[in-house]
């Protein structure tokens, strides 16, 4: 069966439906029942909408790397964060981790050999970086305080999803103080010493979203982007889906993180395995 080579990352995006029609067709059959509770918990449809959508397609996208049903896949919780811990898939017949978020109608997985972490924000407001300022490493705070007020927002998003695609991959989650760790835009000279045994960078994302990953390795490695095509998400047959996710094409993609993290270099996609 296929893996993510040592030291590489493929990266998944996807758009939820829209709210129209609701979840009607959605393959929700294969989830199991702490997530149909989990969605019934959301208050506004859009967003319950979403979070089907995300662990439909994570089971899915899960089955094409693994060859096991999305219908039988257990999960279960690994690190020092309990429940906060990086998800894990029980009984993977191959080394696999994996990493999901979704915000404001945008999903993304991240899947690889070695621990990961992914994290997708909207662009946060004025207020909302204001308000978040104090929970930064004092040196990440005192370079965005440097900037205009108008410029903040953006590399404050850009920040914090460093840090929360760190912590999700570390498997502390915000159990884990987010001033604990210097993730900010400077290396070397005086700039803070950064968590060792991790690569961890902003990667680009739809208009009005920012993101990023982390994958415990210090070595550059190489990222294959690809968006998961919406069928995905209603075909009956789990076989069907996984050829589907096997037949899409990379994407190209140009890294303009500033010293964050080596560039995102595109493999050519190996096949994938269906399921029965």
């Known amino acids: 069966m296929p893996t993510v080579p040592v030291g590489e990352l493929d990266l998944w995006s996807l758009r939820a439906p829209p709210p129209v029609g609701g979840p009607s067709g959605l393959a929700a059959g294969e989830l199991d029942r702490e997530e149909h509770e989990r969605a019934a918990a959301f208050v506004r449809p859009h967003d319950r909408l979403q979070y089907l959508a995300a662990h439909i397609a994570l089971r899915r996208l899960l089955a094409a790397y693994t060859g096991m049903p ?10 020092p964060g309990g429940r906060r811990g990086r998800p894990t898939l029980l009984g993977a017949p191959v080394p696999l981790h994996f990493s999901l978020s979704h915000s404001h109608g945008l999903v993304l997985f991240g899947v690889a050999s070695t621990p990961v972490g992914v994290d997708v924000q909207r662009v946060p407001s004025r207020e909302t970086t204001e308000l978040c300022l104090s929970k930064l490493h004092p040196q990440e705070r005192a370079e965005l305080v440097r900037l205009a007020a108008d410029a903040r927002p953006l590399v404050f998003g850009r920040l914090w999803t460093r840090k929360e695609a760190y912590l999700k991959g570390l498997g502390t989650g915000l159990a884990r103080s987010p001033a604990a760790d210097y993730l900010g835009e400077h290396r070397g000279g005086a700039a803070p010493a950064r968590p060792t045994g991790w ?6 994302a739809a208009p009005g979203h920012v993101a990023a990953t982390a994958l415990r390795t210090e070595e550059e490695h190489r990222i294959t982007v690809r968006r998961l095509p919406p069928e ?3 075909v009956r047959d789990p076989a069907d889906a996984a050829r589907a996710i096997a037949a899409v094409p990379e994407e ?3 890294e303009d993180e500033k010293g964050v993290g ?7 996609p190996g096949p994938m395995s269906t399921t029965g």
């Open 70 to 79: 999305p219908d039988r896949m257990r999960f279960g919780r690994d690190g």
């Open 199 to 204: 690569t961890v960078r902003n990667v680009p």
């Open 232 to 234: 995905c998400l209603y």
């Open 252 to 254: 190209t993609t140009n």
């Open 262 to 268: 080596p560039p995102c270099r595109p493999r050519p």
